[in-house]
């Protein structure tokens, strides 16, 4: 899979814990710590906080990269997502600089 988008193609959705999800996909360039998007077929599911890249060993047989894996914190419910049907994107969002919002300083 080619991969051009800022965005992450998810695969899988893993809750390692109450606090911590792993994000499972297929994305192109630098994972950034921050605020991530979870879109279902482009709309807004879920946002949580990217934590950073969960480093996998690739595995001895076949060509493929492996899927990447980032982990986050907060919880998503795996269950209202058809990863055969629904197009499951992971997107960071912006960052917001506070430091120009803040009045009369």
Same mark, same amino acid.
């Given at each position: 899979?080619?991969q051009?988008?800022?965005?992450? $193609?998810? &695969?899988? /959705? /893993? $809750?390692?814990?109450?606090?911590? &999800? ?11 710590p *921050?605020?991530?998007?979870? @879109? ?8 949580? $906080?990217?934590? *950073?890249?969960? $480093? &996998?060993?690739?595995? @001895?047989? *076949? ?6 894996? /980032?982990?986050?914190?907060?919880? &998503? ?26 009045? *009369?300083?």
């Open positions: 899979m080619f051009t988008s800022p965005d992450m $193609q998810v &695969v899988d /959705i /893993i $809750q390692m814990s109450p606090k911590e &999800v792993f994000i499972v996909g297929y994305l192109a360039g630098e994972v950034k *921050g605020a991530w998007e979870l @879109r279902r077929n482009g709309e807004a599911v879920a946002t949580v $906080q990217a934590t *950073g890249e969960v $480093q &996998v060993e690739a595995g @001895r047989k *076949g060509k493929l990269a492996p899927p990447r894996v /980032i982990s986050c914190q907060g919880q &998503v419910d795996k269950k209202q997502f058809d990863f055969t049907q629904d197009e499951v994107t992971l997107a960071p969002l912006p960052h917001r600089d506070n430091t120009t919002s803040q009045a *009369g300083s």
